[in-house]
Each structure stands twice: as structure tokens, then as C-alpha cells.
């Protein structure tokens, strides 16, 4: 298995709370991606990084922001938590970018 | 854009039986494909992949997906479903390089769950 590991693995928090959760690699892998998934919608991107520094937002980037300052770690802020960002979240790591993604763990955020 | 459509959100077949799953994309440009599978509580595991060399691809666990472009089609096929089977299946899409840069990222199907009868 791929080296990722995502922390926590479950948080319950409050509304209008920040949040931040961190996926960590040990493959030194270039590319890496946060996904929510939410039953019926399958995983939707949120944001991505293709190097320090480097990131871009995905599909449904509002409300939350990233940040990468070394090649393993790859942090995901909620600013201001609301109710709809309950859900799963999934870090993915990419050697190559488009051969394939591995996946973490997964962490379930739940938001009073 | 790309966009993937799994035909069906629940399967449900016999132990033994021939598991099909239907995964079909539109995308502008040649794609790569993936199917990846979920069990409860866990992560995505990638099944097999599609990156334009053999257009029938083996996979993990006795899986294959065939490449079918004047369809546009990429069903994930095994011959005899196994109580193991039993999971979330994800169809997924990304550009191929001849389609320029695309950071690799992906594009989800809504996803089927599989459930094996015994």
C-alpha cells in the first residue's frame, strides 16, 4: 500500500470553527489532491497541489483552502466550518498524474 | 470537460455468477480510465487502468475492463463474483497526455455497490 496516512480519522466540531486536516506521504510523490465524498455524488475534487507551493482549486473549492509547504504534506482548512462540509474526506497521492491515484484512509468530519 | 456515468447505483448477483458493471465517458479529448473499488470504512483501492497501450486490462482480484472508444464504454467485468466482491465500484476519468496537461485529475462516476448473494 501506498505510504498515506490522513489525520484525525474523525472529528466532530462546531459550526463556525476552524478546521484543518493534514494528509502525509512518504512516497515523495509530486501530485496530491483532496476529495469529499458525499453519498450520490461519488468523490468531487476540492483542491490540488502539483508541487510546493503549487495548488489549484477543483470543483468544489469554496469554503475551504490548502496549503503545501513540503513535498509529504498536503493541509486542508475549512475556514468557517458549516453543516454542508459533513462528509468524507480522501487525500490521493500521484506519482505521474495521470496513471493513477492512491488513496488515503479517509477522515469523517462532522459539523454541528 | 469529461464526464463519467455509471448505468445502475446497486448491482446484486449470485455467488459464482458473472458481475458487470457499466461505466461509460464523454471526454473531448483521448482518456485515461480507472476503476477503483471502496470497501466499507475504507479508502479507494485502484482496481485497473486504462492508459491507451492494450484496449482489454487485467486487474486486481480477477477484474478486467475493456476499452471500447467507438462506444465509449469501459464496463469492469469478472467471471465468477466472489463474497469478497462485495463493494463500492468507481469509474473514474482524467485526459490522456496526448490531451494535454491535466494534473492527473480525475473525474468519479457516482459509484455502484455490489452486493454477492450466496
Known amino acids: 500500500d501506498a505510504g498515506i496516512t490522513q489525520s484525525p480519522r474523525h472529528k466532530v466540531t462546531e459550526t463556525g470553527t476552524p478546521v484543518t486536516l493534514r494528509c502525509h506521504q512518504t512516497?515523495?510523490?509530486?501530485?496530491m489532491y483532496w476529495y469529499r465524498q458525499d453519498p450520490g455524488h461519488g468523490l468531487r475534487l476540492i483542491h490540488y497541489?502539483?508541487?510546493?507551493?503549487?495548488?489549484d482549486k477543483g470543483e468544489v473549492s469554496d469554503g475551504y483552502s490548502v496549503s503545501r509547504s513540503k513535498t509529504e504534506d498536503f493541509l486542508l482548512t475549512l475556514e468557517s466550518a458549516t453543516s454542508s462540509q459533513t462528509s468524507v474526506y480522501f487525500c490521493?497521492?500521484?506519482?505521474?498524474?495521470?496513471?493513477?491515484?492512491?488513496f488515503g484512509p479517509g477522515t469523517r468530519l462532522t459539523v454541528l | 470537460a469529461q464526464s463519467v456515468t455509471q448505468l445502475g447505483s446497486h448491482v446484486s448477483v449470485s455467488e459464482g455468477a458473472l458481475v458487470l458493471l457499466r461505466c461509460n465517458y464523454s471526454?473531448?479529448?483521448?482518456?485515461?480510465l480507472f476503476w477503483y473499488v471502496q470497501y466499507p470504512n475504507q479508502g479507494l483501492q485502484l482496481l485497473l487502468k486504462y492508459t491507451s497501450a492494450a484496449t482489454l486490462v487485467k486487474g486486481i482480484n480477477g477484474f478486467e475492463a475493456e476499452f471500447k472508444k467507438s462506444e465509449t464504454s469501459f464496463h469492469l467485468t469478472k467471471p465468477s463474483a466472489h463474497m469478497s466482491d462485495a463493494a463500492e465500484y468507481f469509474c473514474a476519468v482524467t485526459k490522456g497526455y496526448a490531451g494535454g496537461t491535466s494534473y492527473g485529475k480525475l473525474t468519479f462516476g457516482q459509484g455502484t455497490i455490489l452486493t454477492v448473494h450466496p
Open positions: 471526454s473531448s479529448v483521448p482518456p485515461y
Open positions: 497541489s502539483y508541487g510546493v507551493k503549487d495548488t
Open positions: 490521493a497521492i500521484s506519482e505521474s498524474g495521470g496513471l493513477g491515484q492512491y
Open positions: 512516497e515523495n510523490h509530486r501530485y
